[in-house]
T-cell receptor
Framework: GESVGLHLPTLSVQEGDNSIINCAYS??????FIWYKQESGKGPQFIID?????DKRQGQRVTVLLNKTVKHLSLQIAATQPGDSAVYFC??????????FGTGTSLTVIP | DGGITQSPKYLFRKEGQNVTLSCEQN?????MYWYRQDPGQGLRLIYY???????QKGDIAEGYSVSREKKESFPLTVTSAQKNPTAFYLC???????????FGPGTRLTVT
């Protein structure tokens, strides 16, 4: 999962397997969360979001789970493909339009 | 195509020089943001603007300045007062009601 520090957590998966990326958020009052995907040298791309009144939300090949009790967010990617290789990070909305961003997890898909 | 553009993609400057990074959006978004990204760290908010002619400091505003004269544009100036300006700078925008932030492609600034 994500952590504060100089080195990104890494996750390597075989093509076709499912991936689970974790994120611990900091503020119990945060009411909205986003997962982003960032490829090297590019800007982050929105993957999926979830509001705090939900536990689970599904998109195309992705599912986000929210556990407010332990302030934990996870991103599940089904049938991981080489194009999924990137850094994934979560963002929590703390107030208004201000977000705190996690440091990210580097996902490598092995063909 | 609608989106956010940042220019240039790479920028090199000598220490002591001010430099301005461009950010333009044609998404008709009210809010715009500037973030800095350093290796191994999450995005850190420099400045944000929720409406034209108004902007607020983020967590690391020192050494930076912005303007918001037009809805579409939110340029960031990195001044010589910024102690460690070399970084990847990301601009984002969002509507006021839907909080998903759309990001530009980023500008990598190197100051030597």
């Amino acid at each position: 999962g994500e952590s504060v520090g100089l080195h990104l957590p890494t996750l390597s998966v075989q093509e076709g397997d499912n991936s689970i990326i974790n994120c611990a958020y900091s503020n119990s009052a945060s009411d909205y969360f986003i997962w982003y995907k960032q490829e090297s040298g590019k800007g982050p791309q929105f993957i999926i979001d979830i509001r705090s009144n939900m536990d689970k939300r599904q998109g195309q090949r992705v599912t986000v789970l929210l556990n407010k009790t332990v302030k934990h967010l996870s991103l599940q990617i089904a049938a991981t493909q080489p194009g999924d290789s990137a850094v994934y990070f979560c963002a929590e909305r703390v107030t208004g339009n201000q977000f705190y961003f996690g440091t990210g997890t580097s996902l490598t898909v092995i063909p | 195509d609608g989106g956010i553009t940042q220019s240039p993609k790479y920028l090199f400057r000598k220490e002591g020089q001010n430099v301005t990074l461009s950010c333009e959006q044609n998404l008709n978004h009210d809010a715009m943001y500037w973030y800095r990204q350093d290796p191994g760290q999450g995005l850190r908010l420099i400045y944000y603007s929720q409406i034209v002619n108004d902007f607020q400091k983020g967590d690391i505003a020192e050494g930076y300045s912005v303007s918001r004269e037009k809805k579409e544009s939110f340029p960031l100036t990195v001044t010589s007062a910024q102690k460690n300006p070399t970084a990847f700078y990301l601009c984002a925008s969002s509507t006021r009601d839907i909080h998903e932030q759309y990001f530009g492609p980023g500008t990598r600034l190197t100051v030597t």
